[in-house]
T-cell receptor
Framework: DTGVSQNPRHKITKRGQNVTFRCDPISEHNRLYWYRQTLGQGPEFLTYFQNEAQLEKSRLLSDRFSAERPKGSFSTLEIQRTEQGDSAMYLC????????????FGPGTRLTVT | AQKVTQAQTEISVVEKEDVTLDCVYETRDTTYYLFWYKQPPSGELVFLIRRNSFDEQNEISGRYSWNFQKSTSSFNFTITASQVVDSAVYFCALSEAFGNEKLTFGTGTRLTIIP
């Protein structure tokens, strides 16, 4: 059983550019979460999906951020017009609702905005 | 609103010593879950334990043990006979029991085991 995978693992971009990250959850998991972690802090919730429906977005998720989960499988997180404050580790997690609710995390995508 | 406080930012102990990581939480929910995750230098969060609010029994798993006390809103984690491989950042987290189960994390405790 493969775990959660995220691509790319690292991304360096210039301020103002758009970036897109991908998350592939554990295959049978119906819930998918995005978190952001800055240096020295715990992960902060951004948004989550149940199947293909995006059910909640944090106030942290400005209108420059958009997430999708077409067909309820992989998910993408896009940041438009990146700012230096967007530099962080973006973590994806998945879980299977109705069982143990444990969230399994991927290795993260580290974004550096220069 | 939910909140998790890990007051210990960094702890260093000599190998084989016991160490306890503190976690205090706040929630208005009567039913909730508490978690501990480990984040080694590689960066990937590793699940250690989940506890629901109705189960106050302490749990032991090998060298790890957890003390859940609802009266003090604490969920502390003890490592017995610490090893160098235990060096990592440890996060305590909280989620509501019903709904989206999003995790609210503390700021973490960086544990360094000195050989």
């Amino acid at each position: 059983d493969t775990g959660v995978s995220q691509n790319p693992r690292h991304k360096i971009t210039k301020r103002g550019q758009n970036v897109t990250f991908r998350c592939d959850p554990i295959s049978e998991h119906n819930r998918l979460y995005w978190y952001r972690q800055t240096l020295g802090q715990g992960p902060e919730f951004l948004t989550y999906f149940q199947n293909e429906a995006q059910l909640e977005k944090s106030r942290l998720l400005s209108d420059r951020f958009s997430a999708e989960r077409p067909k309820g499988s992989f998910s993408t997180l896009e940041i438009q017009r990146t700012e230096q404050g967007d530099s962080a580790m973006y973590l994806c997690a998945s879980s299977l609702m109705g069982t143990d609710y444990e969230q399994y995390f991927g290795p993260g995508t580290r974004l550096t905005v220069t | 609103a939910q909140k998790v406080t890990q007051a210990q930012t960094e702890i260093s102990v000599v190998e084989k010593e016991d160490v306890t990581l503190d976690c205090v939480y706040e929630t208005r929910d009567t039913t909730y879950y508490l978690f501990w995750y480990k984040q080694p230098p590689s960066g990937e969060l590793v699940f250690l334990i989940r506890r629901n609010s109705f189960d106050e029994q302490n749990e032991i798993s090998g060298r790890y043990s957890w003390n859940f006390q609802k009266s003090t809103s604490s969920f502390n984690f003890t490592i017995t006979a610490s090893q160098v491989v235990d060096s990592a950042v440890y996060f305590c987290a909280l989620s509501e029991a019903f709904g989206n189960e999003k995790l609210t994390f503390g700021t973490g405790t960086r544990l360094t085991i000195i050989p």
